[in-house]
């Protein structure tokens, strides 16, 4: 099977476009990292503003280490946001939340 060059000619184009598509998103997350939102707001703030604003304010908001690992999880309806390695009030902290969870909310409304 790895010998096959039919193999290599289908799987290789798969590889270098997710190798470019992961590089793509690490430039950005660090490109926007170190871009101040107009407000100063963090993440965190943004995200306890959306889910007031939808009623939602059983959900807490918890640190999480790493890069990209911010995460929902329904079963004990904690949020996590990445606080470090981002600056306070960089466009990307305060972004990433708004834009998951509007995604969120909106398969939620679809489903209605």
């Known amino acids: 099977m790895l010998e096959d060059p039919l193999f290599w000619l289908l799987v290789l184009p798969g590889l270098l476009l997710g190798a470019y598509a992961q590089w793509r998103i690490k430039a950005n997350v660090a490109k926007y990292s170190q871009v101040s939102t107009k407000d100063g707001i963090t993440g965190a703030e943004v995200a306890r503003r959306l889910l007031d604003s939808r009623g ?47 995604a969120r909310f909106n398969r939620l409304d679809a489903s209605k």
């Open 56 to 102: 939602l304010q059983d959900v807490k908001i918890e640190a999480t280490p790493g890069m990209l690992t911010d995460h929902y999880d329904p079963r004990t309806k904690i949020l996590g946001d990445v606080k470090p390695g981002r600056p306070s009030g960089s466009a990307q902290s305060g972004g990433r939340p708004f834009f998951d969870l509007q």
